[in-house]
């Protein structure tokens, strides 16, 4: 069954580091998303990218950053981790423009 | 600019009840709005509703779109606990923008 997957499921790093989040969908969907929740914060969208070498930033992109260079893979990386990037972060792909999308599993990250 | 509300921000109910939940949203060339739930993972997709009037159901859950006052309700009849989730509802804008603009959720606690 196509699916979406994300890892690490929980990372644990500190302060300074650089991480790397994975996300892979096997749909072919074109429009991939990165989000970031908080408590009182909701879905924050973090960068997003329409197809292969498209990457656009959300609302929230600084220190983060993304690369699209196959359909299938959207990894986010943190450049260097602060503590205010605590959150848990999902991945979501979407078919066409006006479609649902699917969200993966989560990575919940803590930046000491 | 663009934005999405929910309410009430969280509800307690017993087996059996029915509740309603709200969305209302103020998003310039709206499209379309999206209904999730969330348990203690990602968020899974449930309804997704373009034109005002016209019910989506599924099960004890449904849906309705009100593009005049700008609102849309998701009612939930014979609440059982599964149904206990964080409810988000998202909109969209016509054309080539694929972001969702994301409302905070309602939390929905359902007890025995």
């Known amino acids: 069954d196509a699916e979406i997957t994300q890892s690490p499921r929980h990372k644990i790093t500190e302060t300074g580091r650089q991480v790397t989040l994975a996300c892979h969908q096997t749909?072919?969907?074109?429009?991939m998303f990165w989000y970031r929740q908080d408590l009182g914060h909701g879905l924050r969208l973090i960068h997003y990218?329409?197809?292969?070498?498209?990457?656009n930033k959300g609302e929230v992109s600084d220190g983060y950053s993304v690369s699209r260079s196959n359909t299938e893979d959207l990894p986010l990386t943190l450049e260097s981790a602060a503590s205010s990037q605590t959150s848990v972060y999902f991945c979501?792909?979407?078919?066409?423009?006006?479609?649902?999308?699917?969200f993966g599993p989560g990575t919940r990250l803590t930046v000491l | 600019e663009d934005k999405v509300v929910q309410s009430p921000l969280s509800l307690v109910v017993h087996e059996g009840d029915t509740v309603t939940l709200n969305c209302s949203y103020e998003?310039?060339?709206?499209?379309?709005l999206l209904w999730y739930k969330q348990e203690k993972k990602a968020p899974t997709f449930l309804f997704m509703l373009?034109?005002s009037g016209i019910e989506k159901k599924s099960g004890r859950l449904s849906s309705i779109l009100d593009k005049k006052e700008l609102f849309s309700i998701l009612n939930i009849t014979a609440t059982q606990t599964g149904d206990s989730a964080v409810y988000l509802c998202?909109?969209?804008?016509?054309?080539?923008?694929?972001?969702?603009?994301w409302g905070l959720g309602t939390s929905l606690a359902v007890n025995p």
């Open positions: 979501a792909s979407s078919e066409g423009s006006q479609n649902e999308q699917f």
């Open positions: 749909w072919n969907h074109n429009n």
């Open positions: 990218s329409y197809g292969v070498q498209d990457t």
């Open positions: 998003v310039t060339n709206f499209r379309s």
């Open positions: 373009t034109s």
């Open positions: 998202a909109a969209r804008r016509a054309g080539n923008n694929r972001k969702l603009i």
